[in-house]
């Protein structure tokens, strides 16, 4: 009775993002933040200590910074479903099974093979490919890439796969709390310091079936689909074991060519978008969102060819320009990045509407701005002058920054110092640190 108690207590504790306001999630994210970061930093330091560093740091930046989107975007429910489970519960159900630890067990499972079915969906078509492509877009495999997370979806459109948890009405407060287990479940098989792991190969996703779904390698692609059990896979003929002779090489086969997250959401729809106008063919305007991903018209293809990798053990990987200071400021604005989203997360019902919104879409400018100088591209500095001058703007308008003078009067002074010398700094490694980009203004 007491496990079964502190269980009880620990299910009424733990809600689901979409069934919890705003505030809560965002608390929520104040401690995992930090326990991912530290699980990212800690993978790095073991890797350089057993001279197998698998995190480059540019792409390590990108990642997090891509994380942070993720879930500021989450944070302020910007996406909905066009049905609800709540809905379909209480729309289908013919039963109402009793809560035991079993009925969160088939709802784990059941939830697990909805997320076989829209991972494979997300691999096979290529509307759905976009919404999934930023997770694959790490040249690198490790555990800040899990957090590559997308932005681009606002619609979500598979609840419907959770139909046979409905229909035996598993509550939805058992979703709730095995939903985000589900989803945490899948951080920690983002590495290459763990082999192969024994009898539990057979069982669940691990390290090697993980490193095999992020290759690039013919015998590798679109393989291991599964998200915690290996089992779908073997079932539905995606399996793929990792081979001794054939090393993983990742990414996406049309390389994203940038650190900027937000350019790589949205990167494969502008591809379809600009293909179907420009096809002469009317069914292949309609057809090439449903084509298997990757299609292309024939006559786009032939008129505007796009680079996709050949031999994937002979290419260069996406690399910034080589600078110190580069990396050095890249690291400063991802802290500031850190703590500004923090401080979002922290003070939600505090800043409360429509100004979260305005901060959520400052986060997103601010991530956009300085992944565009990790590129070294000529319009970084356009970027970081108008996410300067927005930056200083709300400060005055507003009297601080969103309230923050309430804690302390020093962080409206230290962002309107960092907004200020902000872009000279941007300036000053362009174009003498780094000695290879022509700056544009």
Known sequence: ???????????????????????????????????????VLFEKWYGVRKGKDTVQNMDMISSLSS????????????????????????????????????????????????????HLLDHKINFFWNSHIIHHSSEEFNLACALRQSISVFVRLFVILLLPAAVFGVPAEVIAVVAPLHLFAQFWYHTQHIGKMGFLEKIIVTPSHHRVHHAINKEYLDKNLGQIFIFWDKLFGTFQEELPDVKPVYGITRPSQTWNPIRINFQHLWLLTKDAL??????????????????????????????????????????????????????????????????????????????????GAFVFLFVYAFTELMDGSKYAIVWDVIKNIIGIIIVFLLGDWF???????????VLLVYFAISTFVAIWILKYATGKIKVEI
């Open 1 to 39: 009775m007491f496990y079964e108690a502190n269980f009880r207590r620990f299910i009424n504790f733990i809600k689901f993002k979409e069934q919890i306001d705003m505030e809560q999630y965002g608390k929520i994210l104040l401690f995992a933040m930090p326990a991912f970061l530290i699980l």
């Open 403 to 413: 309230g923050a003078d309430k804690i302390s009067s020093v962080i409206s002074y």
């Open 67 to 118: 994380g942070v989107t993720n879930v500021t975007k989450d944070v302020l429910g910007l996406s909905i479903a066009i049905i609800s489970y709540e809905w379909l519960l209480n729309h289908v159900a013919i039963t109402h099974v009793k809560l035991t630890w079993l009925t969160y067990l088939i709802a784990f499972v059941v939830l697990d093979f909805a997320g076989y079915v829209v």
């Open 278 to 359: 420009r096809t002469k063919s009317w069914w292949d305007k309609i057809r090439i969102w449903f084509m298997p991903t990757g299609w292309r018209p024939a006559d786009v293809e032939a008129k505007y060819p796009v680079y996709k990798i050949e031999d994937v053990y002979h290419f260069e990987k996406y690399r910034s320009p080589e600078s110190k200071l580069l990396l050095v400021w890249s690291w400063v604005q991802l802290v500031l990045l850190l703590l500004l989203v923090s401080y979002l997360f922290g003070n939600i019902a505090a800043i409360g509407k429509p100004f979260i919104f305005l901060y």
